[in-house]
């Protein structure tokens, strides 16, 4: 089954959250395009990915001593794959954790060095922003008088 379809068919309730494909996540990113990007929190960036009719938002986690480590991120999907669905929280789609190495020149040298890259991403469903204070008020929208 494409890594698509496994998604889609995450979206639409069929199967569970799962580990999903960093070239999937990469390909409905747009690479993790400037285009595609709709927020910024302290653990990471939040962009936008497009599937077929579908759209999802996925968070791409900054790894540093500074924000999270492998041994949080994997606390944080566990605690995640256990909620069950709730419509005050945003759904959880899946994740990806993939480490490679690549070539790559540093700055000002043309030097190649491999250097290993680590990619920790999760996936929600995507809310957009008129549908936020529904999804947390439960169509309840407040006044202001
Ligand atoms: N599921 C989503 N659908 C649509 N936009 C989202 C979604 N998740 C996050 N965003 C956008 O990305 C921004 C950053 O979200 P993120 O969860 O990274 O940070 P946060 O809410 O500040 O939490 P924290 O940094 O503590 O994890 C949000 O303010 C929102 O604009």
């Known amino acids: 089954m ?14 569970k959250p799962t580990n999903l494909a960093l070239a999937l996540l990469q390909e409905i990113t747009e690479n993790f395009s400037e285009m595609r990007k ?11 990915g497009v599937l077929h009719s579908r759209i999802v938002a996925v968070k791409r986690i900054i790894m540093s001593e500074h924000t999270i480590n492998d041994r949080l991120f994997d606390r944080e999907v566990k605690s995640l794959m256990k909620i069950i669905s709730h419509r005050n929280v945003v759904r959880f789609l899946g994740f990806c ?8 020149k540093e700055a000002g040298s043309t030097e190649l060095v491999m250097a290993q890259i680590r990619e920790r991403l999760l996936c929600f469903e995507y809310i957009s922003n008129g549908s936020l204070d529904k999804h947390i008020t439960g169509d309840t929208v407040l006044q202001n008088t």
């Open 2 to 15: 494409g890594d698509g379809i496994v998604l889609e068919r995450i979206l639409s309730g069929s199967e």
């Open 38 to 48: 709709i927020g910024e929190g302290g653990f990471g960036v939040v962009y936008k």
């Open 97 to 104: 954790s993939n480490t490679h190495r690549e070539a790559i």
